[in-house]
């Protein structure tokens, strides 16, 4: 069966400080991956999804990069943190439906 | 683009009782509607859904319902447990895109 690690699961980081969050999904191949991010008592945004191999589609500007370096990592990097970065941060994977699947997400305190 | 609302924001019911969480969506072209259970901290979890060529799907004490001409769809949570309450989201996507729009959410709460 397939299942999806994020690590760390909270990061108290300060304002200009780098960031990098990592998602690795296990038991299954070729999977899109998203980022997503939650602010508290709010629905989710989608970041950064990626079919493939170094391809990565950005949905929102901002403060953040992702990255994926091999076929189930998924990575979330900022150089400089911001106040406004804080929240619940989550990644997902499917694998030819449209059915994502969530893993238990890292909640990052920017201060 | 797509844009899901949902209602209401907040639901109190009494164990046993029958909880409605109802959503609405913009773009005719969606055609798959999951629903999610986010519990405190945790990811949200996929409980159930459906896609635009069924009207209505049912597993054990949660149904699904669909309506196209209307763009909307619902959750019904019979006999409701404790272990119901969480944040329940539902969301919309289009096949032929992988943007997954969510609904803001309700917290349900189930009180013994």
């Known amino acids: 069966s397939q299942t999806i690690h994020q690590w760390p699961a909270t990061l108290v980081q300060p304002v200009g400080s780098p960031l990098s969050l990592e998602c690795t999904v296990e038991?299954?191949?070729?999977?899109?991956l998203y980022w997503y991010r939650q602010a508290a008592g709010r629905g989710l945004q989608l970041l950064f999804y990626?079919?493939?191999?170094?391809?990565i589609s950005s949905e929102v500007p901002q403060n953040l990069s992702a990255s994926r370096p091999q076929d189930r990592q998924f990575i979330l990097s900022s150089k400089k943190l911001l106040l406004s970065d804080s929240g619940f941060y989550l990644c997902?994977?499917?694998?030819?439906?449209?059915?994502?699947?969530f893993g238990p997400g890292t909640r990052l305190t920017v201060l | 683009g797509e844009n899901v609302e949902q209602h209401p924001s907040t639901l109190s019911v009494q164990e046993g009782d029958s909880a409605v969480i109802k959503c609405t969506y913009s773009?005719?072209?969606?055609?798959?509607f999951p629903w999610y259970k986010q519990e405190l901290g945790k990811g949200p979890q996929l409980i159930i859904d459906i896609r635009s060529n069924v009207g209505e799907k049912k597993d054990q004490r949660i149904a699904v319902t669909l309506n196209k001409t209307a763009k909307h769809f619902s959750l019904h949570i019979t006999e409701t447990q404790p272990e119901d309450s969480a944040v329940y989201f539902c969301a919309a996507k289009n096949t032929g895109f992988q943007k997954l729009v969510f609904g803001t959410g309700t917290r349900l709460l189930v009180s013994p």
């Open positions: 038991g299954t191949s070729n999977p899109n």
């Open positions: 997902a994977w499917s694998v030819g439906t449209d059915t994502q699947y």
């Open positions: 990626s079919v493939g191999i170094g391809q």
């Open positions: 773009d005719s072209a969606s055609n798959y």
